[in-house]
């Protein structure tokens, strides 16, 4: 039973459609197992760049069946227009999975999520506006609608009515809104039951029956280990559990049957909205890198931060997530700096700190110390095996693997599917 769980490393964006998709003619499933469309992947086939924002990167592959587990937040609009989008293009959808069990972002979520961002000021988050924090709080307030409720039209009138209770109190007294119709809200939901109808199913049972029959299923984290509600730059994080205890409980598969879990780390580091970032650059090597790694959101547009290296970061995440291996990403990024600097530690009110400090105050205050490496300027896009990079290059993803603790068992040379060296096969 291979069951693999593939998450990113760092805060997101690391490139793990890339590595889904690399993976994805090998495996039978490929599940979605937390966030919603504030997730982003994109994949480039052969000339074709695809933008995955809900789907899960093996819906590419035609062998491979995708599934969106119970854990994720479904806004049925967008995956409706995914699938459309993906449809025109000649991508045969059919094989999609969606749990019944997984949450719907209604209108009303969107709307208090844009609002109270608007409201916080300096003190907002950086959510995408897209309604998945307020989804994920109705969830645990226990007032939240499945896609289940959709077939059910009494429950699902009850459930609206129960969670605009409050929501309306605050939008008309506290944001000085209009109050939300209950019926607007029940026949806007009902007009997405036929046309999820097909996709949707008991995906636990669909999954643990796939794992007994040795069916080769993959775990797709969105988002990174440092966005984590539990274990990420808290309150700078996501709504959910990016990291590999998630897959469980965003699947329903217990952790006996998790054989591999895989790290996606970006050959520097990025980050997208608010938060700490200790490697952060603000200098011409950020915007270089930025520029060369094409470093703007899938899903949100926005221009992505930029930094060197953190082995602290990537040490941290081995750790939370139990890492078996790492895939190493944009290597080819770094092509032609002279030397690349690597944040090995940090300085915190003068003392050296080589582990992810667990004080917010703490890491807020990190600086980081730097170890620097020799570059390369010969290009590496055409590596097909370890031995074909640069000596530098090679030395660098050496010196990566000793500082994060786990092998680096493949090294994304370019964007492409197949501008990929594998060193240790996953499966």
């Excluded at 994109?42 to 969106?68: F, M, N, R, W």
């Excluded at 009902?190 to 643990?208: I, S, W």
């Excluded at 105050?361 to 055409?382: C, M, N, Q, R």
């Amino acid at each position: 039973m291979p069951a693999l769980v593939l998450l990113g490393a760092q805060w997101g964006d690391e490139g793990k459609g890339k590595a889904t998709d690399l993976l994805g003619g090998s495996v039978d499933y490929v599940v979605r197992y937390q966030g919603g469309n504030n997730a982003g992947h994109t994949v480039v086939v052969g000339d074709q760049k695809y933008a995955l924002h809900l789907l899960p990167s093996g819906i590419l592959t035609p062998e491979c069946t995708p599934v969106i587990g119970n854990g994720v937040v479904v806004d049925p609009s967008v995956l409706l227009s995914e699938l459309s989008g993906l449809n025109e293009r000649g991508v045969d959808t059919s094989k999609l999975l969606i749990s019944g069990n997984a949450h719907i972002i209604t209108p009303y979520n969107v709307t208090v999520d844009k609002v109270t961002e608007r409201f916080l000021g300096k003190r907002k988050i950086g959510t995408t506006g897209r309604g998945i924090g307020p989804t994920y709080a109705d969830k645990i307030n226990r007032v939240g609608i499945r896609v289940q409720d959709l077939y059910d039209e009494s429950i699902l009138t009850q459930k609206v009515e129960a969670a605009l209770d409050v929501k309306n109190q605050l939008l008309t007294k506290l944001y000085n809104r209009r109050a939300i119709a209950v019926d607007q809200v029940v026949e806007e939901l009902l007009v997405y039951a036929d046309k999820l109808a097909p996709y949707v199913t008991d995906t636990v049972l669909v999954l643990n029956q796939a794992l007994e029959d040795n069916k080769v299923v993959l775990f797709e984290g969105g988002q990174g280990t440092l966005l984590d509600i539990d274990h990420g730059t808290y309150p700078f994080v996501t709504s959910s559990n990016p990291t590999a205890g998630g897959a469980c409980t965003g699947a329903g598969v217990g952790p006996t049957k998790i054989s591999r879990v895989i790290g996606i780390l970006k050959a520097y580091t990025t980050r997208v909205g608010a938060g700490p970032f200790p490697t952060e650059l603000f200098d011409e090597d950020g915007e270089a890198l930025r520029r060369i790694g094409g470093e703007r959101g899938v899903t949100t547009g926005r221009d992505r931060r930029c930094g060197w290296f953190d082995a602290v970061i990537a040490r941290y995440a081995t750790r939370v997530n139990g890492l078996t291996d790492f895939f190493l990403t944009k290597l080819d990024v770094l092509t032609g700096w002279e030397q690349i600097p690597v944040c090995v530690a940090y300085e915190i009110d003068g003392k050296r700190v080589e582990e992810l400090p667990y004080s917010q105050s703490d890491f807020h205050h990190a600086k980081p110390v730097y170890e620097t490496l020799p570059g390369w300027s010969e290009d590496i896009t055409k590596a097909k095996s370890f031995s074909d990079l640069p000596k530098n290059a090679q030395n660098y993803v050496k010196a990566l693997e000793d500082m994060s603790g786990a092998p680096i068992s493949a090294i994304g040379v370019g964007p492409g599917r197949d501008e990929t060296i594998e060193i240790n096969s996953f499966i």
